[in-house]
C-alpha cells in the first residue's frame, strides 16, 4: 500500500509541478505579450507626438512664410506707388500690375488710354486715380490730365478753378459768394420793375 501510495503522491506532485510550470510559462507569455503590446503602444503614442509636433512646426513655418511673402509683396506694392507719384510718365503701372487683366475676348473696352476703357478697367477716372493713389491735389490732377480723359464735371471744375471760384481743393472762395450776392441783388431789383 505504500507503493501505490508513494505512486500516487509522486504522480500528484508531477502533475502539480506541470501545472506549475504551464502556469508560469502562460503568465510570462502573457507579461511578455503585455510588455510588447505597451512597447508598442508608447512606440506608436510617441511616433503620434512626434507627427503632432511635426505638423505644428511645418503649419507655424507655412504661416511666417506667408506672413513674409505678403510682407514682402506689400512692401513691392507700396515702392511702386512711391515710385510712381514721383514719376507722373510712369503714372500707371501700378495699377496695371494691382489689376487683374481682363479676357480679351470681352466685346467691354479696358484701353487706358480713353476715358471708358480707363473707368471700366480701374472704376474711377484718370483724375480721381491721381488724387487717390498718387496724393495730387485736385488742381493738380485736373491740370495733369488731357481734356478727353476728364468727364465733365471735372472740365467745369478746374474751369471754376481758374476762373477762382473754388480754390486748389474745390472748396468754395470768397469770389463765389460775392458772385452769388451780387445774382441775388440783379434779380431782386429785376423783379421789382
Known amino acids: 500500500m505504500k507503493k ?19 502556469n508560469n510559462s502562460v503568465n510570462k507569455n502573457s507579461n ?3 510588455e510588447k503590446s505597451e512597447n508598442i503602444m508608447t512606440k506608436k503614442s510617441s511616433k503620434k507626438v512626434a507627427s503632432i509636433a511635426l505638423k505644428k512646426k511645418k503649419e507655424s513655418e507655412s504661416i511666417s512664410k506667408a506672413e513674409s511673402e505678403s510682407k514682402i509683396k506689400l512692401e513691392a506694392k507700396n515702392k511702386t506707388i512711391t515710385s510712381n507719384s514721383s514719376s507722373q510718365n510712369s503714372q500707371f503701372t501700378s ?10 475676348s470681352s466685346p467691354i473696352s479696358y484701353d487706358e488710354n480713353t476715358l471708358t476703357g480707363f473707368l471700366n478697367k480701374y ?29 465733365s464735371g471735372e472740365m ?9 471760384y473754388l480754390d486748389h481743393n474745390g472748396q468754395p472762395t470768397n469770389k463765389t459768394q ?4 451780387e445774382s441775388t441783388e440783379s434779380s431782386s431789383s429785376d423783379g421789382g420793375n
Not at 123 to 144: H, N, R, T
Not at 156 to 164: A, R
Open 4 to 22: 501505490i501510495y508513494l505512486l500516487g503522491l509522486i504522480a500528484t506532485s508531477s502533475l502539480l509541478f506541470a501545472a506549475c510550470k504551464n
Open 32 to 34: 511578455s505579450s503585455k
Open 95 to 104: 495699377a496695371q500690375s494691382a489689376q487683374v487683366q481682363p479676357s480679351s
Open 123 to 151: 472704376g474711377m477716372s484718370p483724375v480721381a486715380y491721381k488724387i487717390k493713389y498718387e496724393g495730387m491735389s485736385e488742381y493738380d490732377a485736373l491740370k495733369s490730365t488731357p481734356n478727353d480723359m476728364k468727364d
Open 156 to 164: 467745369q471744375t478746374e474751369y471754376m478753378m481758374d476762373q477762382g
Open 178 to 181: 460775392q458772385n452769388a450776392e
